[in-house]
């Protein structure tokens, strides 16, 4: 069974500059979520997706960053304008059911 | 607001030792309480999780005990090996929504 794939690996950026993360997860999986996690600290939850559906946005910063789930399967983060503070690793996860969550390898996103 | 506190920041152990790390939560919706490994460069990986209706859960040399009254729950790593070393997260969640992560373990086991 392949795993949760996410791509670019590593992203270097400008502050201000915008940034897209694409992740595929897992083949049948109906949930999907998007997570932050700083250097040193736990993820972070920014958004959870029932299908096409957005279940929880509530620690999205709206302002910058959205995320949308095309069909149902694959899915992507944006963030326009970045800033400094936005350096971190993106993970992506899926769950066949609520509960059961398996992660990407992530996106590691720098801000200069 | 911090929902999930995790403790120790890090943990140095013995190869054969007992690890053991802590967590506390506020929340009492919560009703799934998962435990994470993360190696450096990869994503977490589930490595056991426990829910509210039972006072311990075993799988191998990994055990979680949950004390409902206070709100805590811990993982405990038997016979500890060099290949243990990495992050553990625990986290916990309302029916499979509201994931939240602790701030993390980094545990060393020394040969």
């Known amino acids: 069974e392949a795993g949760v794939a996410q791509s670019p690996r590593y992203k270097i950026i400008e502050k201000r500059q915008s940034v897209a993360f694409w992740c595929n997860p897992i083949s049948g999986h109906a949930t999907l979520y998007w997570y932050q996690q700083i250097l040193g600290q736990g993820p972070k939850l920014l958004i959870q997706?029932?299908?096409?559906?957005?279940?929880?946005d509530s620690q999205l910063p709206k302002d910058r960053f959205s995320a949308e789930r095309l069909k149902g399967v694959d899915s992507t983060l944006k963030i326009q304008p970045a800033k400094l503070e936005d350096s971190a690793v993106y993970l992506c996860a899926s769950s066949l059911i609520t509960d059961t969550q398996y992660f990407g390898p992530g996106t590691r996103l720098t801000v200069l | 607001q911090q929902q999930v506190k995790q403790s120790p920041q890090s943990l140095i152990v013995q190869k054969g030792g007992i690890s053991i790390i802590n967590c506390a939560y506020e929340n009492t919706a919560f009703d799934y309480f998962p435990w994470y490994q993360q190696f450096p460069g990869k994503g977490p990986a589930l490595l056991i999780a426990?829910?509210?209706?039972?006072s311990e859960k075993k799988e191998g040399r990994f055990t979680i005990s949950f004390n409902k009254s206070a709100k805590q729950f811990s993982l405990h790593i038997m016979d500890s090996q060099p290949g243990d070393s990495a992050t553990y997260f625990c986290a916990a969640s309302n029916t499979g929504n509201q994931f939240y992560f602790g701030t993390g373990t980094s545990l060393t086991v020394i040969p």
């Open positions: 426990i829910r509210p209706d039972v």
């Open positions: 997706f029932q299908n096409n559906g957005v279940v929880d």
